[in-house]
Structure formats: C-alpha cells, structure tokens
C-alpha cells in the first residue's frame, strides 16, 4: 500500500511524533508514505514528498510539522473536489492519513464520502474533538500557559496589581479552565459560560484586598458583547480570528475603571502553539499515529483513532465531529471553588 499523510489546521505540540509514527508503522509492514505540504492545500495543489523513515529521524521533540500546515479547505468547491480526488488517484494513495481538528477531519469525512479512502487522527491545543479523552497538543500548550501565569504573578505581587491572562481555545474553555487550575488563578473566565462582570470585579477586589494582587485567566472565546476594536477577520473555514478581539486587554481596562486597581494584560497567542511536544502529549500522538495505520490496513476508512480511557481505537469520522467538546458543568463546578 502507498499511505499519504497530511497535518492540517493550527500547529500544535506532538504532529511530528505523530508523523513519524505513521511513516514508520506503514514502514514495519513494508509501506511506504507520501507527505502532502501545508495540509489538504498539499493535496489540491498536488505539493508532496516522499517520507522515508530517515526523513522522520530527530522530529520526535519538534514542534511545528515538518510537513506544514494550512486553514485550506478544498471541499467547498466542486472543482478544488475534483482535483483532490485527481491527485490522490494521480500518486497512487491507497490511504490518506489526515491529522488535524474539527475542520480537517471534517474535510477528510467530505472525501470519505466521496469514496476516499481516508483515515483521521485527532490534534489541537484547544482539546475540544468529540470522541477522544484528549487532544495531543493540549497539554504542551496548556504548560505555556501556566508558565506564562506563574511569571505574571511574580510581577502582580511585586506591584500590587492585577493582572489578565488571555489564552487561546476559541469556543472550548479547556486551555483556560487547565490553567486557571492549574495556575491558581483568582477567576478564571470561560466561553461555556456568561460573561458576568460583578462577579469578576469582586474576585479580583477580594484577591487584592487579602493579598494585595489578583491573577484573572481569560478565555479568548468569551463573548464581552459589542465594542470597539472587534476586527472581525475569518479564516477559511468561517472562524472568527479571537485575538482580535483582544478581550484581555479590554477586561484589563473594564478591571482598572471599575476597581482603581492597577491593571495589566498578556495575550500569549501563538506562543502557546510552539515548542517541543511534553511527554503526554509525544506518546499519545505516537499511539494515534500507529493506530491510524493500523486502521487503514484493517480496511477501516471513515474512522479517525481517538483515545478512550486507556487505549487508543477508532471510531466513525461522524462520532468525532458531532459537535465540539466543550467544558462540562462538573468542571466548572470544580474552577469556582478556588475563585477569590
Ligand atoms: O484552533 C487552534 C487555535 O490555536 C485556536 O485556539 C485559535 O483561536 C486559533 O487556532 C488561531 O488561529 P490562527 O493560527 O489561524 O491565528
């Protein structure tokens, strides 16, 4: 069999240990792989290269992909279709490996109902796939975030001041909600729930008041209602660009009126995304990797391998891509009982 891999949608921690696992699974069992560049861009365009397992040496701690990436989607023209199932026929692919979010896997559930022989793999630093425990690229992401909470902290103490930490997640809470925890943050904000700025002002007049600084976590994907300043901008797929928004910033200054506390923000963005891929996160695109392969040899196309508890299985594209995985109440529940 001939694999084809693509990584598609925002980089995240783990899509080369991912790719390096697809490369040598197929290879163990005398398989070689093509790697199209810049996710399903790759595929339209026809932009590939071969994928020996010496290509694959070295890339198990770097971030990125060495393959690239791209927001395209090629499945919202009939004639950038045609083209996919061309070049796809063209190079001989007996399976394709796509590795990405919600919207890549979604492509890849558009080829498979067009007969493609396609099989998915779950990443995203904002953990929000149905059908998987967890995303590889999550907890690396999340771990630069926490970082960058303790660092603001040092500073808040020193100057008596709050401060705010936008992270991003779009619509799912999950890097907000890990941080918080994990960080300790006096409030942490999320976009599964209402923006409700009494409560926010008095965590933070609690916080200064017992210890003379307060930290606030801020998902990206709040909604702070109209203002100015939202710029709007889309991707490829219809989402809004968040950090435009820059609701940090703008809760940095809601805080300081309101308050008479001196406030600052940080918007991380993109920082987040880079840098080697933790443990968790290696291994388990390692697992998904090899799985994905495995799948496609079992004649399983249509399915994306996800991680269930233990152990790593596939399951229908459809199951995957249902709806996103948002943060559930016991979580948010649990986020409260350390507010200020
Ligand atoms: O989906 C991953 C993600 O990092 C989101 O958390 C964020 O809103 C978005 O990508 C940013 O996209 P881009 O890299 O296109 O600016």
Redesign the pocket.
Known sequence: MRFGVLTG????PGLNPAIRAVVLRAAKFGHETTGFLDGWKGVRDDLARPLAPVDVDGILNKGGTILGSS?TNPFTKEAETAKVLEHLAGRGIDALIAIG?DDTLGAARELHRRGGRVVGVPK???N?VSGTDWTFGFHS?TAVAVDALERLRDTAGSHHRAIVLEV???HAGW?ALATGLAGGADVTLLPEEPYDEAALLRHVRAAAAARGYAVVVAS??IDLGPRRGSAGGK?EFG?E???EREVGAELARRIESATGIETRSAQI??I??GGSPELFDRILATRLGAMAVDLALAGRFGEVAVLRGPSVVGIPLDEALGHPKTVTPDWLDLIHTFDA
């Open positions: 949608g925002g980089d995240c927001r979010g995203t630093m904002d929000d992401a991003m997640g779009r890097v990206e994907g991707d989402h660009l968040l950090r963005g993109h987040q995304r």
